[in-house]
């Protein structure tokens, strides 16, 4: 018999929830700690959608990115995902900053999944590693460079800017990186790819003759989903975990 304490206990080892920024809302959101699990489901949001999945599927308990809960509440609408998740009694654990910063956490599944080498961290944040800086196996345009990302990420699309400089020296930062542009430039890296960037960051980086691709917040977390998913397979035997075919930003693009 597995319990959301055993999973919970299970995530805080490789991504301590003590670790989460200070901002953030972390850990088991909704639920009890004692009730018993024999299927999960994961997603980087959730959403009605995503608990109906749930339901559907028979899960217990749904393991997020995003928290569920994030602000102080101070009214829960009956048409909302948390009245949802509440009445039908679905647990959630949401990882969040603690998952971003971990070792084999969202921004090292960026990198890897950009296929980068010699990682090291772009910056810190509150004694946690942010990000990565790595190389190509090889040099690139910037128009290559975006290509690739498309591909890697499986994005639909994507926005990306052109310097008059090879593509080698990577840095990632996953979700809504834009800040920090400042600790790219330090670093020497030719491009830099995040999600959701403002147009004065761009304008940053492009006076610092620094490329940018946006993939956008999604392409560039949900890469942690199903890496995240076999780690827990492989642990709890007896526990189902399944990936969300639901959810998506709703992103189109022309």
Do not use: W
């Not at 004692?34 to 995503?50: A, C, E, P, R």
């Amino acid at each position: 018999m597995t319990l959301i304490r055993d999973i919970y206990q299970f995530l805080d080892e490789f991504s301590p929830f003590n670790a989460a920024f200070s901002y953030d809302n972390c850990g088991l959101l909704v639920g009890n700690f004692d009730n018993t699990v024999n299927k999960v489901l994961l997603s980087l949001d959730i959403t009605k959608n995503v608990i109906k999945e749930a339901k559907g599927l028979g899960a217990e308990l749904i393991i997020s990115h995003h928290p569920i809960i994030f602000k102080p509440i101070k009214f829960v609408n009956s048409d909302s995902a948390l009245h949802l998740l509440c009445e039908l009694n679905i647990s959630a654990i949401c990882a969040h900053t603690n998952l971003d910063v971990a070792k084999e956490g969202v921004n090292y599944q960026l990198a890897k999944a950009l296929m980068l080498k010699n990682l090291k961290p772009l910056t810190y944040e509150e004694n946690s590693p942010l990000g990565f800086l790595g190389t190509l196996e090889k040099t690139m345009t910037c128009k290559e460079f975006a290509n690739y990302v498309k591909k890697q990420l499986r994005c639909d699309g994507l926005r990306y800017t052109k310097i008059n400089r090879p593509i080698n020296t990577v840095a990632v930062c996953s979700g809504s990186g834009g800040n920090l542009v400042d600790e790219v430039a330090a670093k020497n890296a030719d491009v830099f790819v995040t999600g959701e960037i403002k147009h004065s960051q761009i304008l940053q980086a492009n006076e610092l003759n620094i490329a940018i691709v946006d993939a956008g917040h999604y392409r560039t977390e949900n890469v942690i989903i199903s890496p995240l998913t076999q780690k827990l397979r492989l642990k709890f035997k007896n526990v189902e975990f399944l990936e969300s075919r639901v959810f998506t930003d709703n992103m189109e693009y022309i």
